[in-house]
Each structure stands twice: as structure tokens, then as C-alpha cells.
């Protein structure tokens, strides 16, 4: 398991700079809100963090190379973790070769910055986001062994290269499926016969060769509640890890959690509170840590009125952070970007009026919104870990 790191400079002197600007590559400054996330965060014994991309300098992205995204990261967190250059996609052009570049590039950056890295992910259980020359794959006449062959050098290779640098892993991503509770398929799991032992020698592999990082088990079942099945089945896949001795230290619970326009806030949470509850205490009863790993909020339902749409999500966010910090396992909490400019959901689940889902800490101006002030007060409510 990997363990808490101590305040960098960088961060006390965030956690005591009142009224610090962030600096934006056009020429303008805004007013960072202060102390830091992060320093909320650490005061507790917590990380705070975001994902960022890659991209090339100058590119208008949500990465590390542009100084306005950057001033943001370099504001609130203390961990990051990469959007997609860690996934075979990206890193793996066919089977014999690997390309890392563009996530050491994010490492240095991080390292430089004094944040601590995550490693998304070593395995995404879902075919339609493996590369086609692994969909295509011809296992031979050994199917198993070369299967087994092909996992073990991706995680092996990876870990071996990076376990000293990243604290901890998504080892295995997304293996339920969220419609029948049941595991996925693949060429992998095909081959090597049966899903369930392709992730129990994901993460085995995993724990020999990064001895010192946590391991993750991530998926995005959450509180709503067309959710039941799918958190069936992960808490099946978890009993059943247990039961084999597999070697998975946390739940990574994604929390792209989404408010729609029906009922009070309070009415909606009030529903959704006591399964996600009895979900969580299932899964610390096993032992389990929790992990918050790509936190957003939809909300795509919402209407138009920025006021009104702001007010909803940092009210609902607020409720599921206070649930959720309400767990002395949770340490880390990342949310799936900084700024509403560069969210996925912009292009996942786009809004009919055309505007930027509010869904993020900062809008796409830069500008912090009553999010990032719940996610503040929820750090500043939350009881102390103690190792």
C-alpha cells in the first residue's frame, strides 16, 4: 500500500498564500480560492487531485503543456493521475512495442511539481477500448499460455518501469457489466478461459512487480438508483477476489455521479443514501480501502440558468462527498478534470442548449464555482486519517 507523502513546500505555502492568483497564458490573472484543495486534503490526512491529457505545447486541451490548465493543476492538487496515456491505446501501437513518451512527459511534469502519480489503467476489461490488433489477436495453439503471456508483459514491463513512481494502480478497470451484473468477455478472457482468472493474474502480476503500490479494482457503479445491478455484480467480483486471496487493496468508486431536475436535492439524495450506504459498508467490511478516482458531476438534465445549475450540482456533490468522507478508508479523491472547458462530458453526453456541462471545480473561464467551494467545505468537515 502506498502510503500518504508529507507536505511539499510547494504545498505549504499554498495552504498559507490567502488570496493567490492564477497567472493565464492570455495575460489575465484570476483569484485562486485559498488554501489549496490539496492543502484541505492533506490537513486530514486526504490527497487531492485531478486527470490531465497530453498534449503538444500551446494546444487549447486540458493538459499539463497548456499554462492555463497547468495553473489550475499546480493550485488544487497534489496527485494526478493521466486521462488516457496510461490505456493500451495509447501506449501500445502493436504487440511488440511499447510507447511511453507522452506519460513520461506527465510523470516529469508531476515530479517537478512535487504531485504524486496514479497509473489508469493496466487492463480496461472492455473490447471496444482494446486496441484492434489485440480485438484480433491470434493466441495460436497454446491459447492460455500466450494470453497469459501477452497480460503478464504489459503489466510486468509497465510496473517494472514506473512502480518506484506511481503510488497507485487502476489494475483492472470497468470488468462488470453495468446492465447485468455479469463480467465482461474478451480476446483476453477468451484465450486465457474465464474473466475471472484474467483479473486475478492482473493483479497478482501486478503485486510482484509493484510491490509497494496500491492496487485498484475501479468501476463506475454508483448511488443513482439505475445503478443496483451493476453494484451487485462488483460487490459479487469483490467477494469473490477475497475469497481467492487476490491481492486487491481498494475500491476505486469513479463517482461520475449526475443530478437531474426531479425533486429537492435533499429528496433525491434521500433516496439514494441508504443502498449506496449498505453498497460501501459491504465493501469495507471486506476490507477493503476506497479510492474517489474520476469525480464529475452530469448535468445535462438541468436547465439552462447558470445559477441554478451551479447551486444543484455543488449541493448534490456536497452530500456525496460528506457520505462518502464519512468512510476513514477513503484517502485519495480525484476528480475526472479541472475546468468545464476540457470535460469529456461535453462530447459523452452533450446538453441541448449547447453549453459546457458545469461539471468541474472551475468553469471554462478558469473561474472557481460553488463546486469547488463544497469540495472545500467537505475536506474542512471531514474527521482526520490516522495510518
Same mark, same amino acid.
Given at each position: 500500500m502506498s502510503t500518504m507523502h508529507d507536505f511539499t513546500r510547494r504545498q505549504?505555502?499554498?495552504?498559507?498564500?490567502?488570496?493567490?492568483a492564477l497567472t493565464l497564458g492570455g495575460g489575465g490573472s484570476l483569484a485562486a480560492p485559498a488554501p489549496s484543495l490539496d492543502a484541505l486534503a492533506r490537513a486530514k490526512g486526504m490527497r487531492f487531485g485531478?486527470?490531465?491529457?497530453?498534449?503538444?505545447?500551446?494546444?487549447?486541451?486540458?493538459?499539463?503543456?497548456?499554462?492555463?490548465?497547468?495553473?489550475?493543476?499546480?493550485?488544487?492538487?497534489?496527485?494526478?493521475?493521466?486521462?488516457?496515456?496510461?490505456?493500451?491505446?495509447? @501506449? /501500445?501501437p502493436d504487440a511488440e512495442h511499447f510507447d511511453t513518451s507522452r506519460f513520461d512527459a506527465m510523470l516529469a511534469y508531476a515530479?517537478?511539481?512535487?504531485?504524486?502519480?496514479r497509473g489508469h489503467t493496466l487492463l480496461w476489461q472492455k473490447p471496444q477500448y482494446y486496441p484492434k490488433w489485440l480485438n484480433d489477436y491470434d493466441?495460436?495453439?497454446?491459447?492460455?499460455?500466450?494470453?497469459?503471456?501477452v497480460l503478464t508483459g504489459h503489466i510486468e514491463t509497465l510496473c517494472r518501469r514506473f512502480g518506484d513512481s506511481i503510488v497507485s494502480f487502476d489494475v483492472v478497470n470497468e470488468a462488470v457489466d453495468e446492465k447485468t451484473g455479469a463480467l465482461r468477455d474478451s480476446s483476453l478472457s477468451r484465450a486465457i478461459g474465464g474473466t475471472a482468472p484474467l483479473i486475478d493474474l492482473a493483479f497478482h502480476t501486478a503485486r510482484a512487480a509493484a510491490p509497494r503500490a496500491q492496487l485498484v479494482y475501479n468501476d463506475y457503479m454508483s448511488w443513482e438508483p439505475e445503478n443496483e445491478a451493476h453494484?451487485?455484480?462488483? @460487490? /459479487?467480483?469483490?467477494?469473490?477476489?477475497?475469497?481467492?486471496?487476490?491481492?486487491?487493496?481498494?475500491?476505486?468508486?469513479?463517482?461520475h455521479i449526475g443530478i437531474k431536475n426531479e425533486g429537492t436535492v435533499a429528496q433525491v439524495v434521500a433516496q439514494q443514501t441508504g443502498p449506496w450506504r449498505e453498497f460501501l459498508d459491504a465493501v469495507t467490511a471486506m476490507g477493503y480501502a476506497l479510492v474517489i478516482t474520476e469525480m464529475d458531476v452530469n448535468d445535462q438534465a438541468l436547465p439552462t440558468d447558470t445559477a441554478i445549475r451551479d447551486a444543484r450540482v455543488a449541493d448534490y456533490a456536497r452530500a456525496y462527498l460528506e457520505l462518502m468522507f464519512g468512510y476513514p478508508k477513503?484517502?485519495?479523491?480525484?476528480?475526472?478534470?479541472?475546468?468545464?472547458?476540457?470535460?469529456?462530458l461535453n462530447g459523452f453526453t452533450p446538453r441541448a442548449d449547447g453549453t459546457h456541462q458545469r461539471c468541474a471545480p472551475y468553469d471554462a473561464q478558469f473561474r472557481a464555482k460553488p463546486l469547488h467551494a463544497a469540495i472545500a467545505a467537505c475536506f474542512r468537515g471531514a474527521d482526520r486519517r490516522t495510518v
Open positions: 505549504m505555502l499554498a495552504a498559507g498564500a490567502a488570496g493567490a485531478s486527470c490531465t491529457a497530453w498534449a503538444p505545447p500551446g494546444a487549447d486541451r486540458g493538459s499539463f503543456a497548456n499554462p492555463d490548465y497547468a495553473a489550475l493543476l499546480e493550485a488544487d492538487c497534489g496527485i494526478l493521475v493521466p486521462e488516457n496515456e496510461f490505456k493500451w491505446q495509447a @501506449l /501500445r515530479k517537478a511539481k512535487g504531485m504524486a502519480m493466441f495460436g495453439a497454446q491459447p492460455r499460455a500466450r494470453a497469459e503471456a453494484r451487485a455484480g462488483v @460487490l /459479487r467480483l469483490l467477494e469473490g477476489l477475497r475469497k481467492r486471496g487476490v491481492p486487491v487493496d481498494a475500491l476505486g468508486v469513479q463517482s477513503l484517502r485519495d479523491v480525484l476528480v475526472w478534470g479541472m475546468c468545464d472547458k476540457y470535460s469529456w
